[in-house]
């Protein structure tokens, strides 16, 4: 995986991958002591796992080794490339890993798992503005409150993590008709969004990280 891939200032990657399929190397020296500090086994491999695929997938860009990649951090914890242009979002779901990678303006990617929520009405009143509660409501049946109530909570956290501000903000405003958003549907029962602020839709293009790296 040394060649490097063009992308387009039009154009936005997404990467999806599984924890379980992807190697656990190249992390530096900070990231290990991150390691270190995680109790749950379950956590200690996801976050390497998804360490070392945000590595190989910026790699390709780059084209540098994974190891040789530097990241500097936000006041609020998020990664950034120092002295690159290449803008990037990660995000993960049990073992379902999406990275989003930009050459011009921020993004940001979210996924969630549609669990059973048997307070979903509950916690749409308590979170959602007032506008997107009663579009829950409105809703004829339960499986079609419950995937309204998907779109919308991973549709906010990308906007969150794209402007890097607090989730509680962005879902308590009804309307961001300054963002472009896609829902995205790669794995069964994952909902999943990316979001961007610009005046013309992106093109997004999926790609599949276990299959590219076979």
Same mark, same amino acid.
């Given at each position: ?47 390497? /796992? ?6 190989? /997938? ?6 540098? &080794? #994974? ?11 998020? &990664? ?17 890993? +999406? ?6 303006? #921020? ?8 669990? &059973? ?12 503005? @007032? ?8 809703? #004829? !049946? ?17 906007? !969150? ?29 994952? @909902? ?8 013309? &839709?992106?093109?997004? @293009?999926? +790609? ?7």
């Amino acid at each position: 995986m040394s060649a490097a891939i063009r992308l387009d200032s039009d154009t936005i990657h997404v990467w999806h991958a599984t924890t379980h399929r992807t190697p656990a190397d190249t992390l530096s020296e900070d990231e290990l002591t991150r390691v270190d500090k995680i109790r749950s086994t379950s956590d200690k491999k996801r976050f390497i /796992c998804t360490r070392t695929l945000l590595r190989k /997938c910026l790699s390709l860009y780059l084209s540098i &080794p #994974p190891s040789d990649i530097v990241f500097a951090y936000s006041e609020n914890g998020k &990664p950034y490339l120092q002295n690159h242009a290449l803008e990037f979002n990660l995000t993960h779901s049990k073992n379902h890993i +999406l990275i989003a990678i930009s050459t011009t303006i #921020p993004v940001g990617v979210d996924t969630e798992f549609r669990r &059973p929520l048997p307070t979903l009405e509950t916690l749409a009143k308590r979170f959602f503005s @007032q506008e997107d509660y009663s579009t829950l409501l409105s809703k #004829p !049946t339960q499986a079609q409150k419950h995937r309204y109530f998907f779109e919308t909570w991973t549709q906010k956290e990308a906007i !969150t993590k794209a402007k890097g501000s607090t989730l509680l903000s962005v879902l308590s405003t009804p309307q961001h008709t300054e963002w472009q958003i896609h829902n995205l549907t790669l794995r069964h029962r994952y @909902q999943s969004a990316l979001a961007y602020e610009s005046p013309v &839709p992106k093109n997004i @293009q999926i +790609l599949d990280y276990h299959s590219f790296s076979k």
